[in-house]
């Protein structure tokens, strides 16, 4: 193998080719600005290709009453509190210019009779805002984001890992990283970089992300580089992950399953969201129907696989065909299962990173100069509970804004300082990897890791839990001292597993020690030791390394959102 770095230079650098990263890198080639975006996985297969449901919009198409404002008030209440007011407004406020954008790239947005776009409702939301393509709108907006890039020519390189992003005084100066392939190193000289890799639910046993992506890897960059996390405690689990095969355990089932009329049953046959949320049923917000599933099944009145039923099929064929297409082909190749016959068998599962890397409102900046987190990768928008369809409508949103502000980060740079101490300690990182030749497995390992998130610090957490789940991602961190990494002639696949494993294990000490501190229940994060909502706790907790564990402070809620939103309840939020 030739060990000799390849030099990489561009203005900015895109880390991650899904829909966020790849909205930055259209942003700053439409402006004329050097981009390079660089992903682990083809750009074509990335995370934001299995958002099925839709997004978010006031485009007031079918409701004519629907504003921003209401979209900003039902965010922050469905937050419980936590999401930060000035993210919220940025969002909604600039979401139908997302759209705009989409269109104008040739999105293919499911229609009305008369061209207006059509508009579903998700769980939580007032009034209907959410557009859709069929039930495959993540992967229509993958593709048509990847277009666009195509036809300015964008660079992406989509084999390269990214071990560690280069910082001298505070100040980026690129990113180190290896071809998956070959092995061969990468040097990227850039003025800004963006981070754009996703979260870490891939660090549960049953999550909605495949395998080697949601590994944490924004996390692990982000700190090294002098970042910070905030509310890694704070996990959507959506409520409908498929049980079986085991492969492909917590593969979605689509919220538009339930948005089109779907109904819950438990293995009595009792729709059971009649407990939990008795106004909403089935279009409850996600993590009171996870929570209503995990009671179920918790006492007993799950079905014998550990799961409920989902069933759509007292719905008319010619709907489900229509609006569901890729829930009835996903279904029919996994499980030979016709969905307009029978019910579909489910389960809660790790979805979706609320918390992430510690970002301004205004503009993603991380603290560390010309370092911006957008998409997953980011927090602010979120809180304890995300509505359903606002993930993507934050992409196109910030990977603008970030794109924007990147350009003119890099185009007012005077001089670019490297650090030859970073890069030495980047390398010998790779290289220590490399010459590693330790008993322990990695993959035995990350599944280690991810037993312990399940029985650990899953949908509902104690005390008691927190602090076993700590003690055990102790061991397995010194565990991880004695890998060995065996690169062949398929590619650095192994290497790349090792790297993941290490983002792994940061995000799970994260998110433990932040769900310890957390003595509260709140949307997503359940205690049982501590059932109700804590006032002195309407904070983000920011965790800057082991130990290391900040209160912050949120931004008051303006006066013309507050007086829109719903009271914040938490009855029959915690049925244990």
């Known amino acids: 193998m030739n060990t000799a770095d390849q030099q990489i230079s561009t203005s900015v650098l895109v880390i991650g080719t899904g829909g966020a990263g790849l909205r930055a890198a259209i942003e700053l080639a439409e402006r004329g600005v050097d981009v390079l975006a660089l992903g682990k996985r083809p750009r074509s297969d990335a995370h934001t290709s299995l958002a099925a449901g839709g997004i978010n919009a006031a485009l007031a198409t079918m409701d004519p009453e629907d504003t921003w404002q209401q979209h900003a008030a039902d965010t922050l209440a469905e937050s419980y ?7 919220v407004r940025i969002v909604t406020e600039n979401a139908a210019r997302g759209i705009d954008d989409l269109e104008r790239y040739g999105m293919p947005f499911a229609r009305e009779a008369d061209g207006r776009i059509s508009q579903r409702f998700f769980g939580a939301h007032t009034y209907r805002r959410t557009a859709f393509a069929g039930d495959y709108t993540g992967l229509e907006i993958q593709r048509t984001l990847i277009n666009r890039a195509v036809q300015l020519k ?4 989509d084999t390269v890992y990214v071990t560690r992003i280069l910082v001298h005084d505070n100040t980026v100066f690129g990113a180190f990283g290896f071809d998956v392939e070959t092995g061969h190193r990468y040097v990227i000289h850039a003025d800004a970089v963006i981070l754009a890799a996703g979260g870490h639910t891939r660090i549960w046993r049953r999550t909605s992300s495949r395998r080697d992506e949601n590994t944490g890897d924004s996390f692990r960059l982000a700190l090294l580089a002098g970042g910070k996390i905030r509310d890694p405690e704070l996990v959507q689990f959506h409520p409908s992950g498929l049980i079986e095969p085991e492969n492909a355990a917590g593969t979605l089932v689509s919220e538009a399953a339930r948005g089109e009329g779907g109904q819950l049953r438990n293995a009595l046959g009792e729709r059971f969201m009649a407990r939990y949320d008795p106004e909403r049923m089935e279009l409850s917000t996600r993590d009171r129907v996870a929570l209503a599933a995990y009671t179920e099944i ?4 799950g079905t014998t696989n550990g799961g409920v039923w989902l069933d759509v099929s007292q719905l008319p064929r010619e709907t489900i065909m229509r609006r569901l297409p890729r829930v009835y082909q996903t279904l029919l190749e996994l499980q030979m299962l016709d969905i307009t016959q029978q019910p579909i068998e ?10 992430g890397v510690w970002v301004r409102p205004e503009d993603h900046g991380t603290g560390v100069e010309g370092l911006y ?5 980011a927090s602010g928008l979120h809180g304890a509970n995300r509505l359903g369809g606002n993930s993507l409508i934050e992409l196109l949103v910030f990977g603008r804004i970030v794109g924007e502000e990147a350009a003119k980060y890099s185009t007012g740079r005077q001089v670019q300082r490297r650090s030859a101490e970073a890069l030495g300690e980047a390398r010998a990182e790779v290289d220590g ?17 991810r037993d312990t998130m399940t029985n650990h610090a899953g949908v509902v957490r104690d005390e008691a839990g927190l602090l076993a789940g700590l003690s055990e991602l102790e061991s397995i961190e010194a565990r991880a001292q004695q890998v060995g990494v065996h690169p062949d002639l398929a590619g650095f696949q192994d290497l790349a597993h090792a790297f993941d494993l290490k983002s792994s294990l940061l995000s799970a000490r994260a998110t433990v020690e932040a769900a310890l501190e957390r003595r509260e229940t709140r949307g997503c994060h359940n205690r049982s030791d501590y059932p109700d909502l804590d006032k002195s706790l309407q904070v983000n907790l920011v965790w800057s390394g082991p130990g290391e564990l900040e209160r912050e402070e949120i931004p008051p809620i303006p006066e013309e959102l507050s007086r829109l939103m719903r009271h914040v309840s938490t009855i029959g939020k915690l049925v244990e």
């Not at 509190?81 to 993210?87: C, D, E, G, R």
């Open 81 to 87: 509190l936590l999401a930060n007011p000035v993210t």
């Open 154 to 157: 964008v660079p992406i390189l």
């Open 298 to 301: 918790k006492e007993g009145r």
């Open 346 to 355: 489910i389960a809660p599962t790790a979805h979706y990173s609320m918390g």
């Open 373 to 377: 987190a957008i998409g997953e990768a």
């Open 433 to 449: 990897l490399l010459d590693a030749d330790g008993p322990e497995n990695v993959r035995a390992l990350q599944r280690a890791v």
